[in-house]
């Protein structure tokens, strides 16, 4: 049984890992670390991180950024393998990760879904077989009104895997409006859509002469991510000091 703290316990996706590990046969939360309590949880939380004395295998940080240097330390002192799920870090604490993986195994990734870490393995097999034969690759991603970036992180991965697979000799286009020529050879187009409460929805289209081949992934809820989280944290417990990413948990299961 792998025991679990949680950092951010009680945020929204807190919540949904709490419940998913609730259900889980094979890993136990343990204790958790919230600012906020409001006394209903059936494990101990902290307002502050030091203040834990729970023992466990694997800490998952689904928090803010505010005290997270004192988590990862926390880790760090105590040997804890922690799975990292807490974005806009700065650059300073992107090299503190560097520096942990050293000691601890940590793992972080753009997107914890399995779903589209999975996708990410084999948009690389489909590129380096249809790309040289003249496919034009194409992204279409689609999130609710209220996110704030585009494109997405995801889709940004999603290309990001396609150019690695082809030496990174492709450029990425996010418009051409103010274009009249025709589409460049090497080129990925990233298009986005905002509206409604779409949770997440990413297409890569390969476009070839005659036919048309697709990849998609649909989150329904943000439960995907909490899953994911849950996934890599049994897979990360007792794992050596190093870096990891969810490309390893995939490999792990296959």
């Known amino acids: 049984m792998v025991r679990v703290i949680l950092r951010g316990c009680n ?32 494990y101990p939380v902290y307002r502050d991180i030091r203040e834990c004395d729970v023992e466990a295998d694997c800490l998952i940080d689904f928090s803010s950024a505010v005290a997270w240097d004192d988590m990862l330390d926390y880790c760090v002192e105590r040997k804890l393998p922690c799975v990292l799920c807490t974005t806009g870090l700065s650059d300073a604490q992107l090299e503190k990760i560097e520096k942990a993986s050293e000691s601890i195994a940590v793992l972080r990734s753009a997107n914890m879904s399995m779903g589209i870490n999975l996708l990410l393995k084999m948009l690389k097999n489909a590129a380096s077989v249809l790309a040289p034969a003249g496919f034009d690759m194409e992204i279409v991603e689609r999130h609710h009104n209220q996110k704030l970036d585009a494109p997405s992180g995801t889709a940004l991965a999603l290309a990001d895997s396609l150019n690695e697979e082809l030496g990174n000799t492709y450029t990425y286009v996010y418009d051409r409006s103010t274009r009249r020529e025709k589409r460049p050879e090497k080129e990925i187009g990233i298009s986005a859509v905002r509206g409604g409460s779409i949770v997440g929805d990413h297409e890569v289209i390969f476009a070839g002469v005659d036919e ?3 990849f998609s992934h649909t989150a329904y809820s943000r439960a995907v991510f909490g899953k994911g989280a849950v996934q890599a944290a ?14 390893d948990v995939i490999d792990g299961a296959l």
């Open 11 to 42: 945020g929204r996706m807190g919540r949904v890992i709490s419940g998913l590990l609730a259900e889980d046969k094979e890993a136990q939360l343990v204790a958790g670390v919230d600012l906020v309590d409001d006394g209903h949880n059936p």
């Open 212 to 214: 048309v081949i697709t």
């Open 234 to 247: 049994k897979y990360l417990a007792g794992k050596p000091a190093g870096k990891y990413d969810m490309g």
